[in-house]
């Protein structure tokens, strides 16, 4: 706690207990007033009378009320006009014992809760209003302050042992860590250190850890903040907190300075509505001059990460400011099997798991989403009740981050069944039969997700290049599905929806971007432009003429119609297996690449 602050929670509890104990005493007043002796009203005439008789023990006279107890016990109450004697009606102390109270005496209580009370809740509310401006100039004072979290990295240090995989980056970010250490072996060749370091790629590949393992390793302070704490809503503030962040890091050189998705203030200006007043622009001006201006400090190095490389600004990666670029990829299968081992270490897991078989079926997943597998395997593990995690526990779990939970309880009906049935099926046979697309690991109408059924095909080895006949064959298995529910039940559901989404992608990515159509050649068709308030497919530029755009989408309706043909020629050759495993699937719900084996007697040769 800022000790310039004050402690408003604690004066709030202090005003409160002082309210509530105000209140309890003004309770107990209003209690012993209200227990008083309950008394009979009668007239003055009537108690003249029963003095006389000498029915009255005695008198109380408080003002102008009278007050008294018959010799019964009864008690009573009356009263006589001001400024008049109870003599005059006959009642005299010869006669009854009379006490006159006197008017001055009153009791303390009421005078502390009628005078004293008002001015000391006068007094509070100012005292409270008084420290909650001071609270506010204090909050006022701190707006253009930076929000940059500090990390020690003696007290939680990561290394480069930590990150898995990532090789090369791991290399290009080594000469940062070395430039840290020993600046001087540099400096005396005049050799000078990147001052910005910009983390290229997909969401969860580990930017933000390799960041931390720079400075771990280096041993210096880490300052971390997101690019949007920087943008507020008045002008100006943005700025101030960038000055007041590279103030910090300089004071506390050398240091590493990590700024989070810098897309989100580092976007291209000019493009937006607020001109050279914008905010964002404002604060991407002060971090353009903080890193390469008139007072720059070399022992300062900003890293940054984003995965959108392409919406930055030029001047952010000019030479003098992030001139280094490194990329980061989705892991291949050897880094994503030493990333779980990593995730598991602290996991108990079964001797006879061969993670690099589990990382093989995880084709596509990033850092982020293998340690939420392994998580994951652990969950379903524990739900079980054992105390291992099984090579099945893993593979539930890496269907269940791809695909989403099982929906057992989604009933379909007997109709709905044989449609999925065939469907997936379909893509299943298809994919089995055909050359280039990838081995079918599970056929499942099971639900997943959104999903009626799925099929899971694995990769037999990881790609960075595909070409026009792999295309070709996987158009060919995504409509596989389409092509066997019109060939065994002769009609259409909407169960081909998504696969008629990708498949239209692919062959308009093969027309207009990777040049395979003969029509069009070796063209790329793909410029694309996006005005930053009217969102992509409004903002996006075609820069060709409607008659190229008639011909594209013949080429890509030729594409599909063709890719589906094929996938009926296959299904008609192998419509008898596909009846057979159509019923054996109904029946056991689930099926593995090796049903398909069997019953078509065709086995995909390996690659």
Not at 84 to 105: C, F, L
Not at 239 to 255: E, G, I
Not at 423 to 433: D, F, P, S, T, W
Not at 505 to 519: F, P, Q, T
Request: proline share 4%.
């Amino acid at each position: 706690m800022n000790p310039l602050i004050p402690n408003r929670s604690g004066f709030s509890r202090g005003f409160f207990w002082f309210i509530t104990i105000f209140l309890g005493l003004t309770l107990l007043y209003n209690l012993a007033v209200s227990t008083r002796v309950e008394r009979e009203n009668i007239t003055l005439s009537e108690l003249s009378q029963a003095v006389q008789e000498g029915k009255v023990e005695r008198l109380a006279i408080k003002g102008n009320t009278i007050e008294g107890a018959f010799k019964d016990n009864r008690n009573f109450r009356t009263y006589k006009e001001a400024d008049t004697s109870i003599a005059e009606y006959g009642i005299t102390p010869d006669k009854v014992s009379i006490d006159v109270e006197n008017p001055d005496k009153g009791s303390l209580l009421p005078t502390l809760l009628t005078v004293i009370l008002p001015f000391l809740l006068l007094g509070g509310f100012i005292w409270f209003m008084f420290r909650s401006a001071q609270g506010a100039n204090m909050r006022a004072m701190s707006f253009g302050k930076s929000t940059a979290r500090l990390v020690n990295p003696a007290s939680n240090r990561i290394t480069f042992a930590d990150v898995a995989g990532l090789a090369e980056p791991k290399f290009e970010l080594s000469e940062v860590v070395e430039f840290l250490k020993s600046p001087e072996k540099f400096r005396a060749l005049g050799a000078e250190i990147p001052k910005g370091v910009l983390l290229i790629g997909p969401p969860g590949t580990g930017k933000t850890l390799l960041a931390k393992a720079v400075a771990g390793e280096a041993g210096v302070p880490f300052f971390s903040i997101s690019a949007s704490e920087f943008v507020e809503m008045f002008v100006g503030v943005g700025a101030a907190r960038v000055r007041d962040l590279f103030q910090k890091a300089k004071r506390n050189a050398p240091a590493i300075l990590f700024i989070d998705e810098l897309d989100a203030i580092g976007r291209m200006r000019g493009s937006g509505l607020g001109g050279s007043h914008d905010e964002r622009e404002q604060t991407l001006n002060q971090i353009l001059v903080e890193m390469d201006g008139f007072e720059t400090d070399s022992r300062v190095i900003v890293m940054a990460a984003t995965n959108r490389p392409d919406v930055l600004d030029s001047a952010l990666l000019r030479p003098g400011r992030f001139d280094r670029r490194v990329v980061i990829d989705l892991p291949d299968k050897n880094e994503r099997a030493d990333i779980l081992r990593i995730h598991t270490v602290k996991k108990p897991l079964a001797s006879n798991v061969d993670l690099q078989k589990v990382a093989a079926s995880s084709a596509g997943f990033s850092g982020a989403d293998l340690k939420n597998m392994a998580n994951e395997a652990a969950i379903l593990t524990a739900r079980a009740g054992r105390k291992q995690i099984t090579t099945k526990d893993l593979t539930e779990a890496v269907e269940k981050v791809m695909m989403g939970p099982e929906r057992r309880s989604r009933v379909l009906s007997e109709q709905e069944k044989v449609i999925t049935a065939t469907h997936e099926l379909g893509h299943a046979i298809v994919g089995h039969m055909l050359e280039h697309c990838d081995p079918v690991h599970k056929i499942s109408i099971i639900s997943r997700g959104t999903a009626l059924g799925y099929t899971w095909s694995l990769p037999s080895e990881d790609r960075r290049l595909i070409t026009r006949d792999k295309f070709n064959d996987e158009l060919a298995q995504m409509l596989g599905g389409r092509a066997a529910e019109k060939l065994i039940l002769n009609q259409y559901s909407t169960g081909a929806q998504n696969d008629l989404g990708q498949a239209t992608k692919i062959a308009r990515d093969m027309v207009r971007l990777y040049g395979m159509s003969e029509r069009i050649g070796p063209v790329a068709l793909g410029g694309r432009e996006e005005m930053v308030f009217l969102g992509r497919e409004l903002g996006e530029h075609t820069h060709y003429s409607e008659r190229v755009a008639a011909i594209v989408d013949e080429e890509v309706r030729a594409l599909i119609e063709a890719a589906q043909a094929r996938a009926l020629v296959v299904l008609r050759k192998h419509r008898t297996a596909l009846a057979r495993l159509t019923t054996r699937l109904l029946k056991e719900e689930v099926l593995d690449g090796g049903a398909l084996d069997e019953v078509l007697k065709h086995k995909k040769p390996k690659k």
